[in-house]
């Protein structure tokens, strides 16, 4: 094998050696061959798919002594000159160094002067993106009316970066990352031509690592070959790339769904201790339980989607008719949300762990929402309610512990709840009746009448009398005839007995005793609202001098 990199050796030199990208290929290999080019292209996608070979190609395409053509003869001085970086007129301007305006405006006073040699001066600026604002504004008009003799090709990986202006000025192509299938034929004819046997699954291992990026996968297959074996092993390949196999994670999902903590703990340090890729590791784990999902909606349908060996499919058909929908769905979540934070942990190996045990321990696990609810319910009563269904990650049920233990003992079955009146709706019942209840009562059934709102006011039952106390205005409007009638009967419905009513406002009560100023105003409705919703505390309670 020879001593350069893969990539340098192997990089296409025309449209038909590029791998992917078919349809951009097409555009501009017959724009090449109908002399119908754009003044500026925008070439956007990720890293490794092909934005400046073609950028090259097509230079070569546009300069070559037989043009127009649809492909470079690459035998030409021009396209000589251009695939070794010498010629004059092709220009390839790294963004990230050339951020300046000075730099633009240099280069547009360079581009009016006709071309040396070649028919087309090309100017390739890669990672475009990193262009100023200022020179991307200098770069405007340029752009918009080049001369004849210029072209422009702008490479970038981060289009939404671009202002509007620019693109609006170039024909853009968006590439896309490299199908399997495509990568699998490319790298199967390098390994072919180098003379090195392979062994299948370590080429998809191979194609997993690089993410649809052929530069990728031409580095590890680069990084693997260094060690001078004439085949390419399958255990080589997941220990040089750091690649958990499938048979481990196919364990890993069962040792969450047996709940078997130690198990868990043992895969995980074997993991950290092999040199994992974390990231790469949860992606493939996030892809399981995608894969599992579809394979649980749609059975052996789901095959062709899978592109996994049928043996593998069969295995994963057979480890999701295990889990339940529910399960499976709040697990491909859970992972998906618990990347980041792995990957930005101070100690990236206990955050996995954690991760791994809330997988298993999934159904255990309740909405923080779901606790805080418990929690107050057990502060404001002094005991706590039923207990919430299991669920996971935003409120999951998960069907399958219904019937698993808890703890020691084993869950309860949930008991019918006795039917009692309502007391805010009358009816009798034996729990004492009070303000608050008859306040609930009277909200119930004063809706559409003329009655004011007692919700301002606060009121005292002793046998048959209830006596409300309530501002100046609102006992005036409750000693009319009427609405006094209507109120005392809500009053008989909801105590079951004859009441009677009494109005006392703020200046007809008795003098109170020092203590009862300040008792009053923390029991009224309005200043506990107020203390609760800004946080707020009494500190000093006085009377008004003017009344």
């Keep these: 094998m020879s001593s350069r990199h893969l990539t340098a050796i192997y990089r296409p030199q025309t449209f038909a050696q590029v791998v992917g ?50 492909e470079p003869c690459n035998q030409c001085q021009f396209c000589r000159q251009i695939t ?13 160094s050339h951020t300046g305006v000075d730099h633009i405006r240099k280069l547009n006073e360079e581009i009016g002067y006709a071309p040396l040699e070649c028919r087309y001066k090309m100017i390739i600026i ?20 080049p001369p004849r003799h210029a072209v422009f090709i702008l490479a970038t990986t981060e289009p939404h970066k671009f202002p509007q ?10 590439f896309k990352r490299v199908p399997q299938k495509e990568m699998e034929d490319f790298l199967e004819g390098i390994l072919t031509k ?34 001078g074996q004439d085949r390419l092993e399958l255990q080589e390949a997941k220990a040089i790339l750091g690649v958990a196999g499938q048979e481990i994670l196919n364990d890993l999902v069962q040792a969450f769904t ?31 339980w995608r894969n599992l999902f579809l394979l649980k909606q749609t059975g ?46 101070t100690d990236p190996g206990l955050a996995l762990e954690l991760l791994l045990l809330n997988l298993a321990y999934l159904p255990d696990l309740l909405p923080v929402k779901q606790l805080q609810a418990d929690s107050n319910q057990t502060s404001g009563n002094g005991e706590s309610g039923p207990k919430p269904a299991r669920s996971g990650p935003g409120g999951y049920e998960d069907p399958s512990v219904e019937t698993q233990q808890e703890g020691p003992a084993f869950r309860e079955a949930p008991q019918p709840l006795k039917s009692e009146p309502d007391p805010a709706i009358g009816g009798s019942s034996k729990a004492s009746k009070d303000w608050k209840g008859f306040l609930a009562y009277f909200n119930t059934r004063s809706n559409g009448t003329s009655l004011p709102n007692l919700n301002q006011c606060t009121g005292h039952i002793q046998d048959a009398v209830l006596e409300i106390d309530c501002t100046p205005f609102l006992a005036g409007l409750l000693k009319n005839a009427k609405k006094m009638a209507t109120l005392k009967k809500m009053a008989d419905e909801y105590f079951n007995k004859d009441m009677q009513v009494r109005l006392q406002s703020d200046r007809e009560k008795t003098p109170r005793k020092p203590g009862d100023l300040k008792q009053s105003i923390r029991e009224n409705p309005r200043v506990k609202t107020m203390l609760k919703d800004f946080q707020a505390r009494i500190i000093e309670v006085g009377t008004n001098q003017n009344e």
């Design 21 to 70: 990208q078919d349809q951009i290929k097409r555009i501009l290999s017959r724009s090449a061959a109908e002399e119908k080019i754009a003044p500026a292209y925008l070439f956007s996608g990720t890293r490794g798919v092909g934005k400046t070979t073609l950028a090259r190609i097509l230079a070569k395409a546009l300069n070559c002594v037989h043009y127009p053509a649809q």
């Design 84 to 96: 070794r970086g010498a010629s004059v007129d092709v220009a390839e301007i790294d963004g990230a």
């Design 126 to 145: 890669d990672e475009a993106h990193m262009l100023s604002k200022n020179a991307f504004n200098a770069l405007l008009k340029t752009l918009e009316e």
């Design 165 to 174: 202006t620019i693109v609006s000025r170039c024909q853009h192509f968006s």
């Design 194 to 227: 180098e003379g090195i046997g392979f062994d299948p699954q370590a080429l998809k291992i191979i194609i997993r690592k690089g993410g649809g990026s052929v530069r990728d996968c031409l580095s590890a297959l680069t990084q693997i070959l260094a060690l």
């Design 258 to 288: 047996g709940r078997d903590c130690l198990k868990i703990m043992e895969i995980t340090q074997s993991l950290l201790d092999t040199g994992l890729d974390l990231g790469f590791f949860l992606q493939d784990l996030s892809t399981l």
């Design 300 to 345: 052996e349908q789901a095959f062709d989607f899978l592109e996994l060996p049928l043996e593998e499919c069969a295995e994963l058909k057979r480890l999701a008719e295990s889990i339940p929908l529910a399960r499976i769905h709040a697990s491909w979540q859970l992972t998906l949300e618990g990347q980041r934070r792995v990957l930005n942990s």
